[in-house]
């Protein structure tokens, strides 16, 4: 007999041969099903997501985790407005990239197929394990999740109500397989499953991330941590600039696209930097800056060295002031993790500068960083960000969850 793991990964790889044949239609219509049914059961999961949150306070996890935590009925009817566009966006498997006819007359071509078992390893955030599940069934994969011991009694009911939908449309339920095991050892066991599972994407905690990608034996796709800034331009609009900040640092802390750091200006930071610091502060958001920030605001206190690399995930933000726009470039660009970076200027000519010389996965002028999202993208939902450079970056939508195959069609030709 083979382990808990192996049977998984064994039941996924034969389900994952099934989800390659159906069609766009057939899989349009289970998306749709399986919307319908976390409607029907939201106050199920609603309560099995309480004993997460009660067992989290219990444990002393702060409130910016405990918000990616939580589940609503607006966040359970998010969830299935993903899956809803995820049936309404064009399908990319089959789709042919491109056919050449060679000297010879054998026209070679490319098209997409399907990954084949896609494992994802996640902390947290419950909704991830619907949005893995559409993402991955409309591309034609199986997907193994293991979810966070946090949030294991939330990811029981999602992946139950998903079950309930596939059975009633009559689809293989081992296209979605929930790891109920939560200790390390499944874990260390997933990331050495080669042959079985195709591909596997971590998301979560820099430590998380860190593990699988140093001790797996499955081709990762990394989705990385976001340590990401705003960069306040000399001559940039004070009210933009501090909406902008106040936004990408508050609206949600707890994500990786929330701003963890200001850059600002010197030209800008008289005038600017007390707009910015005001907004922070009615959210209570400690403020950690330079000697140069805490000399225009009492309310900055000092920041250390690791402060400009740090995540925090929290009400807490570094505050940089540099002399020119190059100095803020490097400084980003030796901090940042490659995630989401952005711009407040008026200056058409340094927000070219910067989208052309920042090395991040999405880098915006004069918008939040809060944006990088497959939703907010038109995506549907997405699988994660990745921050590597190989296969996928950014927010991960339909394609990033294909291959290709070469195609090749001939009238009898042989090679000489």
Not at 298 to 307: G, K, Q, R, T
Request: charged letters at 25%.
């Amino acid at each position: 007999m083979g382990t808990y793991m192996e049977a998984l990964a064994k039941h996924a790889k034969s389900a994952s041969r099934e989800a390659a044949k159906l069609g766009t239609d057939e899989k349009n219509r289970g998306l749709l099903a399986v919307a319908e049914e976390l409607i029907a059961q939201q106050e199920l999961i609603l309560e099995e997501n309480k004993k997460d949150l009660e067992a989290a306070k219990e444990k002393g996890v702060k409130q910016s985790l405990i918000d990616r935590l939580a589940l609503s009925e607006k966040r359970i009817s998010d969830m299935a407005e993903g899956l809803r566009q995820i049936a309404a966006l064009d399908d990319p498997v089959g789709e042919v990239l491109y056919m050449k006819t060679r000297p010879n007359g054998l026209r070679i071509g490319q098209k997409r197929v399907p990954l084949g078992v896609v494992g994802i390893i996640y902390e947290s955030r419950p909704n991830v394990t619907a949005d893995a599940f559409g993402l991955c069934f409309k591309t034609g994969n199986a997907v193994i999740l293991r979810g966070g011991s946090d949030a294991i009694h939330s990811n029981q009911a999602i992946v139950r109500a998903i079950k309930a939908a596939l059975r009633k449309m009559k689809f293989n339920q081992d296209l979605i397989l929930l790891v109920e095991d939560t200790s390390r050892d499944v874990v260390n066991e997933m990331m050495k499953m080669h042959g079985w599972i195709d591909v596997l994407i971590p998301r979560g905690g820099a430590g998380l991330i860190a593990n699988v990608v140093q001790n797996s034996t499955v081709p990762v796709i990394e989705t990385g941590t976001g340590n990401c800034h705003v960069y306040v331009d000399e001559g940039a609009d004070p009210v933009m600039a501090a909406d902008i900040v106040e936004n990408a640092k508050t609206q949600r802390m707890g994500v990786c696209n929330a701003c963890e750091s200001l850059v600002i200006h010197a030209a800008a930071a008289d005038e600017i930097l007390p707009r910015i610091v005001s907004k922070l502060k009615a959210h209570n958001v400690e403020m950690r800056g330079d000697e140069r920030a805490r000399a225009i605001s009492e309310d900055i206190i000092p920041a250390s060295e690791e402060d400009w690399g740090t995540e925090y995930l929290d009400a807490v933000i570094s505050i940089k002031v540099v002399d020119s726009i190059d100095e803020a470039i490097d400084h980003i660009n030796k901090y940042n993790t490659g995630h989401s970076e952005s711009i407040v200027t008026k200056d058409y000519a340094r927000a070219l500068k910067f989208l052309d010389e920042i090395d991040a996965a999405a880098v915006y002028v004069n918008a939040s960083t809060r944006f990088t999202d497959g939703f907010e993208f038109g995506f549907g939902a997405e699988i994660g960000i990745s921050t590597q450079k190989l296969h996928a970056r950014g927010p991960m939508g339909l394609q990033a969850l294909t291959t290709t195959k070469y195609i090749g069609f001939g009238n009898g030709q042989i090679r000489k």
